[in-house]
Structure formats: structure tokens, C-alpha cells
């Protein structure tokens, strides 16, 4: 049984249609980089996972089961997500930020909270800054820390909507490292990235988004050494040249 499934996924915003039947399964420890160009449908498609978004038709399935079936704070608790700019509380320290969901979500208490924290801080590389605010921050260490409150969670699947895309070129690296490791814990992850050396490297599969349509899905070497369709060809192509082969 898949961990996640999408099942002919639809939906509008007004007249206009953002995602056109969307269907495809990932299993425990795959780690699926959702690619294309802009207004395809790729972070509509992440935040209908954990429901900030909702479908008009066909169904999202988590361990088998509809997530419509689901409560939804327990869904976010299972399906953490990582946000393009941060979203962390300016006046929290970068503790206080991992910790407020592990006590307001998993009921623990303060000490433990603070411990589980800061082994949390400690596996993103950021044990030294616990008592930092968000603005003593670099950007990449801000992203760190919306990782470390995400993985808290103790979630079955993590998203990520463009975690990079806000950062200096600079800083992007160290995100990035960061979610290798994490992919090679086995942490199941559904990626949307314009990081071609990430989606090369570490993705199982690659799925390519053309006009909320899923245009082309398979393992990165399919997309990027013989495509099935000259959309995808062109796409990655102009992606590379953009941003590099590389990470940073």
C-alpha cells in the first residue's frame, strides 16, 4: 500500500484550472521532486496534502485512507510542511519555535519539549543557536530551524514548497545538504525545488507539472538523460542553465 496517493486530483481557483487530474503514488522513504513552470500547479498540488488547500474532486489517500477522513490537526501533525519564507514567529528564539508544537500539538511538557528541541535544532546543525531570535538569522539558518520544527512533528512525510527559492545563492547549499541527510535517513518527502542537483541526485522520481497536468513522472535519469516528451526536455534545460547542474 502507497504512502501517499493522489487519485484524480481536481481544482479551480474561479474559472481557472490549477490542477487537471492529478493522479500518482509514493511509497515510505521515496523522496518525489514535483518540477515545471510557473502557475502549473505545484504548490496548489503540496498544500492540498495537508488540506490549507482544498480539492473540488477525486481524493488524496494517506496510508490508504482519505485525508478528508481525517482530523485535520492530526493530518498536519503527520504531514509536516516546510515553507518557502520561513514562517517562523519573529518573537520566539529558535527554540521556542520547535517547541511550541511540541507542546501545543504532542502534549508534552516544558523540559521535555525543550530536550526534544534541541536534539531536533542539534540535526540541522543549529545546537549553537537555540536562543536566537529569527532576525539574528541568516536565511539559510532560518530554514533550518522551519525544518527542525517540521521534524518535531515526528511526521510520516514532509513537504517542501520551494525552501530554497528565498535564499541567496550563497545559503542555499546548506538547505539543501540538510535535506540529503534527511533523504538518506529514509524520510519520506515530497519536494517542489528548482535545485536541479538535488532532483539529480537524491529524488527516486521525478514528477514534471505542465498546466496542472502531470506531463511526464520517472526516475531522474529518464528526465534528465532521455525525456519522453520535448516539453520536459526544454523545461529541464532552461532550468540547468538557470540554476546549475550543481546545489548552490
Known amino acids: ?69 481525517r482530523n485535520e490537526n492530526e493530518l498536519r501533525r503527520q504531514v509536516g510542511m516546510v515553507f518557502q519564507g520561513f514562517n517562523l514567529f519573529a518573537h520566539l ?29 542539534d540535526r540541522v546543525g543549529l545546537a549553537s543557536q537555540a536562543d536566537s531570535y529569527p532576525a539574528e538569522l541568516s536565511g539559510g539558518q532560518q530554514q533550518r530551524v522551519g525544518i527542525a520544527r517540521a521534524l518535531a512533528m515526528d ?14 545563492p550563497e545559503l542555499i547549499g546548506e538547505v539543501v545538504e540538510v535535506m540529503r541527510d534527511l533523504a538518506n535517513e529514509g524520510m519520506t518527502m515530497l519536494v517542489v525545488t528548482h535545485e536541479m542537483g538535488f532532483a539529480r541526485s537524491t529524488a527516486s522520481t521525478i514528477t514534471f507539472l505542465d498546466e496542472g497536468k502531470v506531463a511526464e513522472r520517472g526516475p531522474p535519469e529518464q528526465l534528465f538523460e532521455n525525456p519522453q516528451h520535448e516539453r520536459t526536455g526544454q523545461f529541464l534545460q532552461r532550468l540547468t542553465k538557470l540554476h546549475g547542474g550543481g546545489d548552490e
Open 1 to 69: 500500500m502507497s504512502l501517499l496517493e493522489f487519485d484524480d486530483v481536481y481544482k479551480s481557483y474561479g474559472n481557472e484550472e490549477v490542477l487537471r487530474g492529478i493522479s500518482f503514488e509514493m511509497d515510505v522513504g521515496d523522496v518525489e521532486v514535483v518540477i515545471g513552470p510557473s502557475g502549473s500547479g505545484k504548490s496548489t498540488m503540496l498544500r492540498c496534502v495537508n488540506r490549507l488547500t482544498d480539492i473540488d474532486d477525486g481524493d488524496i489517500l494517506l496510508d490508504g485512507e482519505s485525508i478528508y477522513a
Open 155 to 168: 511526521p510520516e512525510l514532509l513537504l517542501f514548497d520551494e525552501p530554497t527559492s528565498a535564499l541567496d
Open 93 to 121: 528564539t529558535a527554540l521556542e519555535n520547535v517547541t511550541l508544537g511540541l507542546r501545543r500539538v504532542r502534549g508534552m511538557e516544558k523540559e521535555e519539549a525543550e530536550a526534544d528541541a534541541r536534539d531536533h535544532l
